[in-house]
């Protein structure tokens, strides 16, 4: 983390109570930089990954310049999907909380459009959304670009990758040319570069400089989880590891207490610690820490910084860090005095990209975390319960009792062990000895990042150049293969494909990326389960995982790429490349295709699930 404190940045007195009332402590590295660039009016090209904090680093400055007289939208954000539009907008939202009369917009594809126009025609200051929707929207000029004061690409390279580049240029073009510009980006290919260049002037770098450390004694995994159950997974660890002391690292103060309390609910005795505590009562957390009368403190970057105690066995990332540097930090609190250590990171699928960015500046691979699984949590209560009986069995107090179990067994003539079997029954009920955990979801890390690493070039950069050198033989069909490897699903299974037809080819001059692009943002499918894609001169096919809903089927029907409408229909030529392959594909939720009850569509050999709903940003 950064050493300013959000005040001296500059930011406005009411988003400055907001992200106090966040609880953020500091502003990370992206957002040191970023703030006062921005604030001072200059185009800025970042290159920042989610979990950087990169949203707060272009949305506090541009919600401090807000006019609020302005009822046209004055601010503008491309996102790359449906889901980190409504994140953006979540985000912008709870920034603004103290501004009066704020609105944020969020417009993307596959929602109903009338409540956008309404949304639209009632005023915002800031729209976030996907660049085919916006373009829909401009070409109904429902909305207007011609006071937009601020505009923010986010996640340049994604958009990119789906094949929406051209659309953002489009959209660029319309806004006016004084409009401050903001890119953010994981990466730089060439094909943002350009754009930057064309778009953004000489604008202001800020790249988050990823210092090579090495940490040795410290064994690191990482634990693969939804948002939503990372309480559940951490609760898991800490039955089954053996630990003395523990730090568990959280973003902001208010998680420190949130933490902490479920903790202390579960049976986990813990403090918090965060800067907001006085001096007395941190340095009280720290002591008992030290003397082995607390075994866990939950705290943020800030409060433990320079923490040095030996007895801290574990690091736990329960949020992953905003930078590799305070990762290592992070994880020093663990391995002093010559000791060894274990440090274990809780990573959303989206946060992968962090993952991978650690693993290569501290040049160590960060392997799996195995989840104990249930059968391992049943022994390790059984163990422990064991240990206590007999612990219990040799307090001096037992006569009485022991009189008293006897006299049962006696006058009912049970047996002695079975009375002890009901006792054991009883004691364990709040705390059961075999116990139905529920399931945590543990996603593989997405191999997409690692793809990447190797392949310089995003993958539809790829697929441009094919259909380049196919576009030489204009009689032909051009098979241009999205995927060459069978696709596989998080478990490393094939994934059953089927071949469909759609009616939209050469002659519309489409691209295999208008058509990744638009199924993977409307239909909510990762593009790496969008497979083999073959443009004819009046129509095309397309590989899709098996298993699709019927609500999915009749939407994509309807979604227009280069104008007209997909209508797809099973594809009667040569099947899909893995039709044999089981079991059924998964979708970007991670859920079995074969979940759901809605009706297959005529012909599909698929099990159907219900339409995706925007899914609540759990990411955060
Ligand atoms: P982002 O990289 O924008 O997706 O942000 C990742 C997460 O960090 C979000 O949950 C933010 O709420 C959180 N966050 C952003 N800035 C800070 C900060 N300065 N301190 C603590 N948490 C933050």
Request: aromatic content about 2%; proline content about 6%; cysteine-free.
């Given at each position: 983390m950064s050493s300013v404190d959000f005040a001296s940045l500059g930011i406005s007195a009411p988003v400055l109570k907001a992200v106090k009332q966040l609880g953020y402590e500091q502003p990370s590295p992206v957002q040191a930089a970023s703030i006062p660039i921005l604030l001072e009016g200059k185009n800025l090209l970042g290159t920042a990954q989610t979990g950087t904090g990169k949203t707060a680093a272009f949305a506090l400055p541009f919600l401090s310049k807000?006019?609020?007289?302005?009822?046209?939208?004055q601010v503008l954000v491309l996102t790359p999907t449906r889901e980190l539009a409504i994140q953006v907008a979540e985000a912008f939202q709870s920034y603004a909380k103290?501004?009066?009369?704020f609105h944020v917009l969020p417009i993307y594809g596959g929602a109903d459009i009338g409540g956008q126009l309404r949304g639209l025609k009632r005023g915002a200051q800031v729209v976030v959304g996907t660049p085919g929707r916006m373009l829909d929207h401009l070409r109904r000029r429902s909305?207007?670009?011609?006071?937009?004061k601020g505009l923010i690409l986010d996640e340049a390279d994604e958009m990119l990758r789906m094949g929406f580049i051209d659309d953002v240029e489009t959209i660029l073009a319309k806004t006016p040319p004084e409009c401050q510009r903001t890119l953010f980006s994981a990466t730089m290919p060439p094909a943002i570069k350009r754009v930057a260049d064309k778009y953004l002037g000489d604008a202001e770098v800020v790249s988050i400089e990823n210092k090579t450390k090495t940490v040795e004694r410290i064994a690191q995994t990482h634990l693969m989880v939804k948002g939503h159950q990372k309480m559940d997974a951490l609760t898991r660890i800490l039955e089954v590891e053996q630990f003395e002391g523990m730090i568990i690292f959280v973003r902001t103060k208010s998680s420190t207490l949130e933490i902490a309390e479920k903790l202390e609910a579960r049976g986990f005795s813990s403090a918090a610690l965060n800067g907001d505590l006085t001096q007395a009562v941190r340095e009280r957390a720290i002591n008992r820490l030290k003397k082995g009368q607390l075994d866990i403190v939950v705290a943020t970057d800030v409060a433990a910084r320079g923490l040095d105690v030996e007895r801290i066995s574990h690091v736990i990332n329960y949020d992953v860090p905003h930078d590799n540097e305070s990762y290592v930090h992070r994880i020093?609190?663990?391995?002093?005095?010559g000791r060894e250590g274990k440090a274990i990171m809780l990573v959303t699928q989206k946060e992968t990209r962090m993952l991978r960015s650690i693993e290569k500046s501290t040049r160590q691979p960060i392997s799996a975390f195995n989840l104990p699984s249930n059968e391992e949590v049943s022994g390790q209560r059984v163990e422990q319960f064991k240990q206590q009986l007999v612990g219990m069995s040799q307090?001096?107090?037992l006569d009485k009792f022991h009189s008293l179990v006897k006299e049962v067994a006696a006058e009912h003539d049970i047996d002695m062990s079975l009375l002890a079997a009901a006792l054991a029954f009883e004691v364990q009920k709040?705390?059961?000895?075999f116990p139905k955990l529920v399931a945590i979801d543990t996603p593989r890390a997405s191999q997409n990042d690692r793809a990447s690493d190797r392949k310089s070039r995003p993958r539809n950069e790829r697929t441009d150049k094919s259909d380049r050198v196919e576009r030489?033989?204009?009689?032909r069909a051009q098979k241009v293969?999205?995927?060459?490897?069978p696709i596989t699903d998080h478990e490393g299974n094939d994934v059953a494909m089927i071949t469909y037809r759609i009616e939209v080819g050469r002659n519309d001059d489409v691209s295999p990326k208008n058509i990744v692009g638009a199924i993977a943002n409307?239909?909510?499918?990762?593009?790496?389960?969008i497979g083999h894609i073959t443009l004819h001169d009046d129509h095309s096919t397309v590989d899709l995982p098996e298993g699709m809903p019927k609500e999915l089927f009749d939407h994509l029907c309807k979604v227009r790429v280069c104008q007209k409408p997909l209508k797809l229909s099973i594809h009667h030529?040569?099947?899909?490349?893995?039709?044999?392959?089981?079991p059924a594909a998964k979708n970007k939720k991670n859920?079995?295709?074969?979940?759901?009850?809605s009706k297959t569509h005529r012909g599909a050999d698929s099990r159907p699930k219900k339409p995706r709903k925007p899914p609540s940003a759990d990411r955060k």
């Open positions: 807000l006019d609020e007289k302005q009822t046209t939208p103290h501004i009066k009369g909305l207007d670009l011609s006071q937009i020093g609190r663990t391995g002093r005095a307090s001096t107090k709040e705390r059961p000895l030489q033989r204009p009689d293969s999205q995927n060459k490897k409307e239909a909510q499918i990762d593009s790496q389960f030529g040569t099947a899909g490349q893995h039709r044999d392959a089981k859920k079995p295709a074969s979940k759901g009850k």
